[in-house]
């Protein structure tokens, strides 16, 4: 390539890369601009970003609407405030549900853990952002619980019979601690000591939830939903490969079939046995653990049909796949992938299976947390009407104060905030959930 194709090339990817921003800019308010990924590379090549990805345009980000903006800083301005002495949060025991002060429970890393990825959510970071501060206390009472958990354990603490704990399971607290890590490290600048730091703690996680792994995929210490903690414990294997964490394939890949295993597609109906007979719990989590793959698939068929390897009437199947270039075993796993992901996110999001027990449990805005990540991370253009309905019924549920709080089962005002929080501001994730499922391969 000659110097005059270099410079006529990177001009067209500068070029490229101004229309994109501008495109993205028309989507962002005043409070919350959008930011875009840089699509230029030193030589000056054009590569794929997860905004560049194909079939994606710029309305898939939304702006956020003011409602939505007023309910979180409410909910922020209470959550700030129920953060103890040590810099954790709790939910309280499973045995005195009763207690809704903040104050007067004992601190957990799973429930800390969820309010930490809300207050990064919304933009804060340990060393900035106005909550700054708060995060950085929680992230150390993380880091402590990491680094001072037994080399043979496979949870980091031994408080027992928490909300969480019970509903969810017992070694929850790794689960949400490892995926907060991961989420964080993304944002970190590598090779830094904090990085290191946050790495090495991430690596620990990873290994007890290895451990702790049953020979189905499932995760030992089933609770009352179990199927909820073997799946935040599949996306936090998830999560932290994608960040270079020591994640063995077979235990992600066991993680991920026990999931996709809780819906039945010859059926079309979720598999409730683990899932304290909620559909809501079994749909969400399949959907979740199924997004990433489903999304390869359908990336990589779209592919073979540019380059003519496929036709543009050619269905998704195992066939299909193969042409692509997958071999039969690969085809066939990733055709079911796409099958209980198509057929589990309609589940999910049936009002009949939304409704559940006529109220919400922070169960239930778990599997919402769980539904809306899965479309971001599929590029599932779904994800706007998702976000308009569920982000209009937060609003409208939440209390004057400010927080939110379970009607059953995990009931605590801090849990429930942190989640609802995060299922409120998902759109400002949009980046780094896309990038979780982004597929790599050359561009024709």
Same mark, same amino acid.
Request: glycine share 8%.
């Given at each position: 390539?000659?110097?005059?194709?270099?410079?006529?090339?990177?001009? /067209?990817?500068?070029?490229?890369?101004?229309?994109?921003?501008? &495109?993205?800019?028309?989507?962002?308010?005043?409070?919350?601009?959008?930011?875009?990924?840089?699509?230029?590379? %030193?030589?000056?090549?054009?590569?794929?970003?997860?905004?560049?990805?194909?079939?994606?345009?710029?309305?898939?980000?939304?702006?956020?609407?003011?409602?939505?903006?007023?309910? $979180?800083?409410? +909910?922020?301005?209470?959550?700030?405030?129920?953060?103890?002495?040590? =810099?954790?949060? +709790?939910? +309280?025991?499973? !045995?005195? *549900?009763?207690?809704?002060?903040?104050?007067?429970? @004992?601190?957990?890393?799973?429930?800390?853990?969820?309010?930490?990825?809300?207050?990064?959510?919304?933009?804060?970071l340990p060393d900035s952002g106005t909550y700054g501060h708060q995060l950085g206390r929680a992230t150390e009472y993380l880091l402590v619980h990491v680094e001072k958990a037994p080399k043979d354990a496979i949870n980091i603490t031994d408080l027992q019979g928490t909300q969480i704990q019970v509903k969810l399971g017992a070694n929850i607290d790794v689960a949400l601690t490892a995926q907060y890590l991961s989420n964080l490290a993304a944002?970190?600048? @590598?090779?830094?000591?904090?990085?290191?730091?946050?790495?090495?703690?991430?690596?620990?996680?990873?290994?007890?939830?290895?451990?702790?792994?049953?020979?189905?995929?499932?995760?030992?210490?089933?609770?009352?939903?179990?199927?909820?903690?073997?799946?935040? &414990?599949?996306?936090?294997?998830?999560?932290?490969?994608?960040? =270079?964490? *020591?994640?063995?394939? %077979?235990?992600?890949?066991?993680?991920?079939?026990?999931?996709?295993?809780?819906?039945?597609?010859?059926?079309?109906?979720?598999?409730?046995?683990?899932?304290?007979?909620?559909?809501?719990?079994?749909?969400? !989590?399949?959907?979740?653990?199924? &997004?990433?793959?489903?999304? $390869? /698939?359908? $990336?990589?068929?779209?592919? &073979?049909?540019?380059?003519?390897?496929?036709?543009?009437?050619d269905e998704m199947s195992v066939k299909a796949l193969e042409e692509a270039g997958y071999s039969r075993s690969e085809a066939e796993k990733l055709n079911t992938a796409v099958q209980v992901y198509d057929a589990a996110k309609v589940q999910s999001q049936d009002a009949n299976v939304v409704t559940g027990f006529g109220n919400n449990g922070g169960e239930e805005f778990l599997s919402f947390l769980q539904t809306g990540e899965s479309l971001v991370i599929g590029k599932d253009d779904g994800w706007r009407s998702w976000y308009q309905q569920t982000s209009g019924r937060l609003v409208d549920i939440q209390n004057p104060d400010g927080s939110w709080n379970g009607h059953h089962c995990i009931t605590s005002p801090v849990f429930c905030t942190a989640t609802a929080l995060l299922i409120l501001s998902i759109n400002n994730d949009i980046e780094h959930l896309l990038a979780q499922g982004a597929v790599e391969y050359d561009a024709k």
């Amino acid at each position: 390539m000659d110097r005059n194709t270099l410079t006529w090339t990177g001009l /067209a990817a500068i070029a490229l890369a101004l229309v994109l921003l501008l &495109a993205f800019e028309g989507n962002a308010t005043a409070d919350r601009p959008i930011h875009t990924t840089a699509l230029v590379d %030193t030589s000056g090549c054009v590569f794929l970003t997860v905004y560049e990805g194909k079939d994606l345009d710029s309305s898939f980000v939304l702006a956020t609407p003011a409602p939505v903006l007023q309910a $979180e800083t409410g +909910g922020l301005r209470w959550l700030v405030q129920a953060q103890a002495e040590d =810099g954790g949060y +709790g939910a +309280g025991s499973h !045995s005195r *549900q009763d207690i809704r002060d903040p104050h007067a429970v @004992s601190t957990d890393p799973a429930t800390t853990a969820m309010v930490a990825m809300s207050l990064m959510r919304l933009g804060n970071l340990p060393d900035s952002g106005t909550y700054g501060h708060q995060l950085g206390r929680a992230t150390e009472y993380l880091l402590v619980h990491v680094e001072k958990a037994p080399k043979d354990a496979i949870n980091i603490t031994d408080l027992q019979g928490t909300q969480i704990q019970v509903k969810l399971g017992a070694n929850i607290d790794v689960a949400l601690t490892a995926q907060y890590l991961s989420n964080l490290a993304a944002k970190l600048e @590598s090779g830094t000591s904090f990085h290191l730091r946050v790495m090495r703690a991430l690596n620990t996680c990873v290994g007890m939830i290895q451990r702790g792994q049953n020979s189905d995929g499932s995760q030992r210490g089933d609770g009352w939903a179990g199927v909820l903690q073997s799946s935040f &414990a599949a996306n936090a294997l998830e999560s932290a490969k994608a960040q =270079g964490a *020591q994640v063995d394939s %077979t235990s992600l890949e066991l993680a991920r079939d026990f999931q996709k295993a809780n819906f039945d597609v010859s059926s079309g109906s979720a598999v409730t046995e683990r899932a304290a007979g909620i559909t809501l719990y079994a749909v969400s !989590s399949s959907t979740r653990s199924s &997004a990433k793959q489903a999304r $390869e /698939a359908k $990336e990589r068929v779209r592919q &073979a049909k540019r380059e003519g390897r496929l036709q543009d009437d050619d269905e998704m199947s195992v066939k299909a796949l193969e042409e692509a270039g997958y071999s039969r075993s690969e085809a066939e796993k990733l055709n079911t992938a796409v099958q209980v992901y198509d057929a589990a996110k309609v589940q999910s999001q049936d009002a009949n299976v939304v409704t559940g027990f006529g109220n919400n449990g922070g169960e239930e805005f778990l599997s919402f947390l769980q539904t809306g990540e899965s479309l971001v991370i599929g590029k599932d253009d779904g994800w706007r009407s998702w976000y308009q309905q569920t982000s209009g019924r937060l609003v409208d549920i939440q209390n004057p104060d400010g927080s939110w709080n379970g009607h059953h089962c995990i009931t605590s005002p801090v849990f429930c905030t942190a989640t609802a929080l995060l299922i409120l501001s998902i759109n400002n994730d949009i980046e780094h959930l896309l990038a979780q499922g982004a597929v790599e391969y050359d561009a024709k």
